[in-house]
């Protein structure tokens, strides 16, 4: 785990984000502080800074910190990562949201595990299988199946390309809005720090920050 996080640097951090947000015309989109590789100090920094959510990414970790950060109150935990799902059973006791849904296997196990739960489909808008995602061609059914199974899909969930800049991730945004908007979803958890305002001006919902709020985070996995 890496260095100590300093509170009022993380307070300064949101609030700069949130600016960001706002100058790209997305009054209301809510952070999702992502604090994989940090510590528990961390969490509670983004917990008293306000962002509206915490995202992990490594089910191990979850499972240390939130041992650590037993009887606070926090912010709805998220989780984004790869998930396999004999690591779900693990995850029940702390995630409110499981955001990175691409395939029914996982469904089933999660609606398994934690009946009626809060999901979102993670699509693969460009393609790119070493990120995980579901085609979007196959994110009609695979909603539709998850609702079957009793999960509550709140959203729709991408990740950006990882070449081109920021740009190169507005086609694939587009797309999840749009295929959002036509299965009557409302959130779209889209853009990273680096391309926040990209996401908002093209329908994010919400927005998943780590870097931007804790700094760079050491190099792992
Ligand atoms: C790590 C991670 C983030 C945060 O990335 P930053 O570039 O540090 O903001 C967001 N979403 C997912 C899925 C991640 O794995």
Not at 164 to 182: I, M, S
Request: aromatic share 4%; with cysteine; net charge neutral.
């Amino acid at each position: 785990m890496s260095a100590p996080v300093d509170p009022a640097a993380v307070a300064a951090n949101v609030a700069a984000a949130r600016r960001r947000i706002e100058r790209a015309g997305g009054a209301g989109v809510e952070i999702v502080a992502v604090t994989k590789t940090f510590g528990a100090d961390a969490v509670l920094a983004a917990a008293a800074a306000g962002c509206d959510g915490i995202g992990e990414s490594y089910a191990q970790e979850v499972a240390a910190k939130w041992r650590e950060l037993a009887g606070r109150q926090l912010p709805a935990l998220h989780f984004i990562g790869r998930l396999q799902t004999n690591k779900v059973r693990s995850l029940v006791p702390h995630v409110a949201s499981y955001d990175t849904v691409d395939r029914e296997a996982l469904a089933a196990e999660i609606a398994r595990r934690a009946p009626g739960a809060r999901v979102m489909v993670q699509v693969s808008p460009a393609g790119e299988p070493d990120k995980g995602g579901c085609p979007a061609a196959d994110v009609p059914r695979l909603v539709e199946r998850a609702s079957a199974l009793g999960l509550t899909v709140v959203g729709l969930l991408a990740v950006g390309p990882t070449e081109g800049g920021p740009e190169a991730a507005r086609p694939g945004f587009r797309r999840v809005r749009a295929l959002a908007d036509e299965l009557g979803i409302a959130t779209c958890s889209m853009g990273m720090t680096d391309d926040l305002e990209v996401a908002v001006e093209e329908g994010a919902t919400q927005v998943r920050l780590g870097s931007a709020l804790f700094g760079p985070r050491p190099h792992r996995h």
